[in-house]
Every structure is written in structure tokens, then in C-alpha cells.
């Protein structure tokens, strides 16, 4: 079964280790795949990206993908705007109008971490319909889970688990992601499989968050990278 953790953060932006270093990780753990999430800055610093993940991708054999992360609604417009020039739009959540509006952006691939600092799970049966009809998986994050203390964290599981609750329900796509900022946060696949059981998912759903969720993504990459596209439900017919 070939795997992918589509949230990484590389130093690039906040993360600490390199794309490289991400790379030979991942790869040693058995991943198909990764997704360099990073912060929009210019052309230039996107141009630059993917001239470094095709060229590590090459050296390492793994399947490196470009994503950018919208913390706002203006970073999420411009990214809207570029979106055939890079691979995979992730957008922060935590905010409930960013969770909002990016589930209603059908050029969204991934909202992250739904609940991210909130005292509520940040999403509801609204948005999980919106998702799914907008094919915007839901990030079930592995770092914050990691990271939480002892007071916050029977917190965060619960809300995680009300909204794996509220995706399956929908039918919305889930999708489990490490969220590393350094190379030594990431975990093996089964490391993560076993954390989605933990929070309500059945074995064959928590493979195919890793698995089938990420390669539905890829193919609606290529298709928004293809000539034909223009926006989505937009084509032009030759």
C-alpha cells in the first residue's frame, strides 16, 4: 500500500529541517509520497520550491509535492489565483470562517486541523457537507496531538474524534498527517493508522486516510495542472 503524509513543514517556512532531510525520512519510514506545506512569499520563493523538491525527489526516489498554506482569506485568494502553478492548498484552520471558507473553495485540497486552538471542535455537519461536496479532506493532525500537555490533551482527542464522527457521517475525506516540523517528527504510516482507530476510525478507513484520500488529491492535482483546466467544473473542450 503506498502511503503519503501530505503536512510537512520544511525550513523553507517555520519548519526546522530541510526538504532533504524530510525526504530521506520519509523514505526510510516507507512513504510513496510528501507534501512540503510552506507559506506563500512570491513567485520567486514558489519557483525556487519546486526547483529544489524535483531536484531531491529525483535524488531520493519519492514523490515530493508542493503545497501552500493559507492562514488568512487574502492568502487564501492569491493561492486561489495561482493555483496551476504548485501542487496541493492546505489552508490553517482553528478559525471558524477560515474552516468556513475553505471547505466552500472548491480549489481547496486540505483543511488543517479544524479545532487548532479552540475550546469547540471548530466544525459542524455544515461544513462537513461542504467538504464533501467540495472534496476538501479534513486533517486529523498527529504533531498536535504529540506536542499537547497532559490538561489539553484529552481535549483536543475529543474534539478530534467529534469531527471524525461528523466526516464519516458525511462521507467527508479524512486525511491523517504527521504536521513535522522537523524530520524526527514524522512516524511511520502504522504509527499513524493506529492513532485514527484510537479516535474512531475502523482499520481499512484509517489505511485509506494515508493511502486512497492522499492519491484522490494527486489526480485532481494533475487534472488542475492540465491545460484544459480552468477552474474547477471548468474545462476547455478542444
Known amino acids: 500500500m503506498d502511503c503519503f503524509d501530505f503536512h510537512i513543514r520544511s525550513d523553507f517556512s517555520e ?10 525520512r520519509a523514505k526510510m519510514l516507507g512513504y510513496k509520497g510528501i507534501c512540503v506545506s510552506e507559506y506563500f512569499r512570491d513567485e520567486k520563493h ?13 535524488r531520493v526516489g519519492l514523490d515530493i509535492f508542493v503545497g501552500f498554506q493559507a492562514r488568512n482569506t487574502k492568502e487564501l485568494s492569491k ?8 501542487d496541493v492548498l492546505l489552508v490553517r484552520g482553528g478559525n471558524v470562517d477560515l474552516n468556513r ?20 471542535s471548530g466544525f459542524n455537519h455544515i461544513m462537513a457537507k461542504l467538504a464533501r461536496e467540495n472534496n476538501v479532506a479534513v486533517e486529523v493532525n498527529f504533531r498536535e496531538i504529540l506536542l499537547s500537555s497532559k490538561n489539553t490533551r484529552s481535549h483536543i482527542l475529543h474534539n478530534i474524534s467529534e ?16 504536521g513535522a516540523i522537523s524530520h524526527l517528527q514524522m512516524k511511520d ?18 489505511k485509506k486516510c ?9 489526480n485532481s492535482v494533475k487534472e488542475k495542472q492540465s491545460k484544459s483546466w480552468i477552474k474547477p467544473g471548468v474545462k476547455v473542450v478542444r
Open 79 to 86: 493561492l486561489t489565483s495561482l493555483r496551476r502553478k504548485y
Open 101 to 120: 471558507k475553505a471547505v466552500e473553495t472548491p480549489e481547496v485540497d486540505v483543511l488543517l486541523h479544524p479545532e487548532f486552538g479552540r475550546y469547540d
Open 15 to 24: 519548519g526546522e529541517s530541510s526538504v532533504l532531510d524530510f525526504a530521506t
Open 46 to 58: 514558489l519557483e525556487e520550491l519546486k526547483r529544489k523538491c524535483k531536484d531531491i525527489a529525483d
Open 163 to 178: 469531527n471524525i464522527k461528523l466526516c464519516k457521517k458525511f462521507h467527508t475525506p479524512i486525511i491523517i498527517c504527521s
Open 210 to 218: 494515508l493511502s486512497e484520500v492522499p492519491k484522490n488529491i494527486i
Open 189 to 206: 504510516p502504522k504509527v499513524l493508522m493506529s492513532m485514527g482507530t484510537l479516535l474512531g476510525l475502523e482499520l481499512n478507513e484509517a
